[in-house]
C-alpha cells in the first residue's frame, strides 16, 4: 500500500488562496485506509476549508475505489460534472499517483484546465501493521529479493548495498546510518544461515540493474480488468468468508506488536 498522511493545513490554504471554488475528493484507495481520504477525512477537510471562508464540493470515493483508476475516478467527476466545470481548484485526497489521474482526466476528457492540487504527502510503498508500517519496496523494476533471502537490500539497507553489509554496522548489529534500525546485510545473513545458502550469501552480487526505473516507466495489460470483473472479485465466496474472518478475530494489542 502507499502511506500517506495529509498535508499541513497551511500548506494547502497556500495553494488555495484566490481559489474560493473547491472540488475535495477523497480517494477509495490506500488514502482511506490512511484515513486521509475516506468519508470522515473529507468531512473534516471540507470543514476546516469552510472555516477559511471556501465553497466546497465534496466527493468521497467508497472504499475500493482508487483516484488512482481512470475509470473509477472519470464516474466520480463526471457524477459532479458541474461542480468540477465551476470550480477553481479540485483538492485531492489521495496518493501523487491519483492526483495525475485526476489532472489527465479532466484536461483530456473533460477538456477543462483545473488546478488540481494534493491534499496528501505520500510516503512509500510500505508493509506490515496494523498499526506501524514501514517502507519495503521502492518498486525499481527489477526485484532483488531472490538474491537476498527475501530482505530487499534498496529499501532495508541505508546505502541501498546489493553486497553488504558495509564497513560501518555497529557492534549491536544495528545500521551505521540509523542506530535504530537492525542492518539490513546482518539480517540477510541471518536469514541466509537459517536457510542454509551461506555460500549464495558469499557470492559476489551484480550492482543493481537501474535501467528499469526510467521515468515514466510504462506498461500495457492485455485485459485490464472491468467494472464486472471486479465486483465480481469482491463478491464471492473467499471474499465473504476472508472479511467474516477478520471481523471475527481478535483485535490486535498494541503492546503486542514488533
Ligand atoms: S528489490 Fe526491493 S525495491 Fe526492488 S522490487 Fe524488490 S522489494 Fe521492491
Ligand atoms: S550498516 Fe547495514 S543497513 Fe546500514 S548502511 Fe551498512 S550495510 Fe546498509
Known amino acids: 500500500m502507499i502511506a500517506q498522511e495529509q498535508k499541513p493545513i497551511e500548506e494547502i490554504l497556500g495553494y488555495l488562496e484566490g481559489k474560493e471554488n473547491v472540488v475535495l475528493l477523497g480517494c477509495g484507495g490506500c488514502a482511506t485506509f490512511y484515513h486521509t481520504g475516506d468519508k470522515k477525512a473529507v468531512d473534516d477537510l471540507a470543514a476546516k476549508l469552510k472555516s477559511a471562508g471556501k465553497t466546497v464540493t465534496k466527493?468521497?470515493?467508497?472504499?475500493?475505489?482508487?483516484?488512482?483508476?481512470?475509470?473509477?475516478?472519470?464516474?466520480?467527476?463526471?457524477?459532479e460534472k458541474s461542480a468540477v466545470e465551476n470550480c477553481n481548484a479540485i483538492l485531492v485526497m489521495s496518493c501523487g499517483d491519483g492526483v495525475q489521474v485526476?489532472?489527465?482526466?479532466?484536461?483530456?476528457?473533460?477538456?477543462?484546465?483545473?488546478?488540481?492540487?494534493?491534499?496528501?504527502?505520500?510516503?512509500?510503498?510500505?508493509?506490515?501493521?496494523?498499526?506501524?508500517?514501514?517502507?519495503?519496496?521502492?518498486?525499481?523494476g527489477m526485484c532483488e529479493l531472490g538474491k537476498t533471502a527475501g530482505i530487499c537490500p534498496l529499501t532495508a539497507c541505508g546505502k541501498g548495498l546489493m553486497n553488504g553489509p558495509c564497513g560501518g554496522v555497529r557492534v549491536d548489529d544495528k545500521c551505521e546510518i540509523d542506530p535504530e534500525k537492525d542492518c539490513a546485510?546482518?539480517?540477510?545473513?541471518?536469514?541466509?544461515?537459517?536457510?542454509?545458502?551461506?555460500?549464495?550469501?558469499?557470492?559476489?552480487?551484480?550492482?543493481?540493474?537501474?535501467?528499469?526505473?526510467?521515468?515514466?516507466?510504462?506498461?500495457?495489460?492485455?485485459?485490464?480488468?472491468?467494472?464486472?470483473?471486479?465486483?465480481?472479485?469482491?463478491?464471492?465466496?473467499?471474499?465473504?468468508?476472508?472479511?467474516?474472518?477478520?471481523?471475527?478475530?481478535?483485535?490486535?494489542?498494541?503492546?503486542e506488536e514488533k
Open 59 to 79: 466527493i468521497s470515493m467508497p472504499l475500493g475505489m482508487q483516484a488512482c483508476d481512470t475509470e473509477k475516478s472519470a464516474i466520480f467527476l463526471q457524477k
Open 102 to 140: 485526476v489532472t489527465e482526466y479532466v484536461d483530456d476528457e473533460m477538456g477543462l484546465a483545473k488546478s488540481v492540487i494534493p491534499a496528501n504527502d505520500a510516503i512509500g510503498l510500505v508493509g506490515g501493521g496494523p498499526f506501524k508500517f514501514k517502507e519495503t519496496c521502492q518498486s525499481c
Open 185 to 255: 546485510w546482518v539480517k540477510i545473513y541471518k536469514r541466509m544461515e537459517k536457510l542454509g545458502e551461506l555460500d549464495e550469501f558469499i557470492a559476489m552480487r551484480a550492482p543493481h540493474e537501474w535501467s528499469k526505473c526510467k521515468r515514466p516507466r510504462l506498461f500495457e495489460l492485455e485485459e485490464p480488468m472491468g467494472m464486472m470483473d471486479m465486483m465480481g472479485a469482491m463478491m464471492n465466496f473467499n471474499t465473504i468468508t476472508g472479511y467474516m474472518s477478520m471481523m471475527l478475530a481478535k483485535p490486535p494489542e498494541k503492546e
